[in-house]
């Protein structure tokens, strides 16, 4: 079993910065992919950023330029440094972690956190 421990959203004034954070514990071998998503109300859960286990990066064409998504690999943590916020980036936002089981067979295992709110208001 994983757990994925999300924390960093909040209210902020358009222009302004965020920082997400997203702790994975548990029954974990190795992690591949962490990455977020973000869903807005009465919208698809959408791709912002994901990394992989080498550090490559994808970000939906919203954000770049905006965010920046690093990790953390010895503490299989992912951070997501939002800046330059706009209205439209409220949403809920996930973490997404993707790795292998500890114990055999090593299984893959693909979990979301629980989603933190960032709202971009004035």
């Known amino acids: 079993q994983v757990q994925l421990a999300e924390s960093g959203g909040g209210l902020v004034q358009p222009g302004g910065s965020l920082r997400l954070s997203c702790a994975a514990s548990?029954?974990?071998?190795?992690?591949?992919?962490m990455g977020w998503y973000r869903q807005a109300p009465g919208k698809e859960r959408e791709l912002a950023a994901i990394?992989?286990?080498?550090?490559?990066?994808t970000y939906a064409d919203s954000v770049k330029g905006r965010f920046t998504i690093s990790r953390d690999n010895a503490n299989n943590t992912v951070y997501l440094q939002m800046n330059s916020l706009k209205t439209e980036d409220t949403a809920v936002y996930f973490c997404?972690?993707?790795?292998?089981?500890?114990?055999?067979?090593?299984?893959?295992?693909?979990?979301w956190g629980q989603g933190t709110q960032v709202t971009v208001s004035s």
């Open positions: 548990g029954s974990i071998f190795s992690i591949l992919v």
């Open positions: 990394i992989t286990l080498s550090g490559s990066t």
């Open positions: 997404n972690v993707v790795g292998t089981e500890r114990a055999w067979p090593r299984r893959t295992f693909n979990s």
